[in-house]
């Protein structure tokens, strides 16, 4: 993640709104609802592809590959299942499944849309639209179908994490909580809702509880890199920049030392912040840009009114 300054931020010139603005982004893109896998052939195409395979689709078989994660052979084996039945609504979820794991958003959920109305593959399909709405940025959308997914069926955890994400965009702080809590309490042992859970603290200003709730996801998966990156954000918001870049490694350090650069800069500090924005230059040439780019904001910030009259 590259923090940069928007034109927002320049014309307001408020720290907290700039803090605000930023975090969003790396919920959207940390949060782990969503897999980053490489974008799919499109659904079309896989259909086209097994037109010609002689054995039957297996249910059984296409709901263990999705559970394994093996994604591409699910979904070959869902459509294989659709030729010969296409209003099964279990081989529906199942390929729309698969379609919102590689990135086939439209496409998902114009399947998920079609089996909303089924009474065990409907909750489902809402918490499918939901995620995928509020991916495509349609908060109040999202947040629709995430609430009356967990209405239906209040035991799906990705549904509740979605809302969280949703009620935070809304500043419904209470809201998203509690929605957190639950998909907590359903997967005592995902560090996703937590790491969520912590990105919401850090929208609040709150750097002590996040750096917290951080730790606390960290612990339930070590090598969780989304809540390691956070935790670096709640640290420096607090001042400690040094520690903040403590066990980076060599081929990160100039993104994390412009990422706590930024952060410096939003609280002030200045000076800090022009010196780690020059490391990240002198460390790699590939910052150059963005680097470059935040000094440049940094001298404007400097030379402003309101600094000139500190």
Known sequence: ?????????????????????????????????????????????????????????????????????????????????LQDDPSNPRAIYGFAETLLQTGQLDAARKHFASIVGDPEYGARALQGEGLILLVQGELGEARARLELAVQRDPGLWRAWNGLGRAKDAGRDWVGSSEAYTHAMELVPRSPVPVNNLGMSKLLQEQYVEAENTFRLAIDLDPKFVAAQNNLKLAIAWQGRYVEALMGVSPENLPEVMNNVGYVAMLRGDYDVAGTYFNRALDLSPAYHAQAAENLRYLESLRNSPVASAQ
Do not use: F, H
């Not at 014309?11 to 975090?23: H, K, M």
């Open 1 to 81: 993640m590259t923090l940069r300054p928007t034109e927002a931020s320049a014309q307001t010139g408020n720290r907290s709104r700039l803090a605000v603005a930023l975090i969003p982004l790396a919920a959207l893109i940390l949060s782990g609802c969503l897999s980053s896998e490489p974008e799919g052939p499109p659904a079309s195409q896989v259909r086209g592809l097994v037109k010609d395979v002689i054995p039957p689709g297996d249910l059984d078989r296409s709901d263990e590959l999705l559970a394994d994660g093996r994604v591409y052979e699910a979904q070959q084996e869902y459509a294989r299942v």
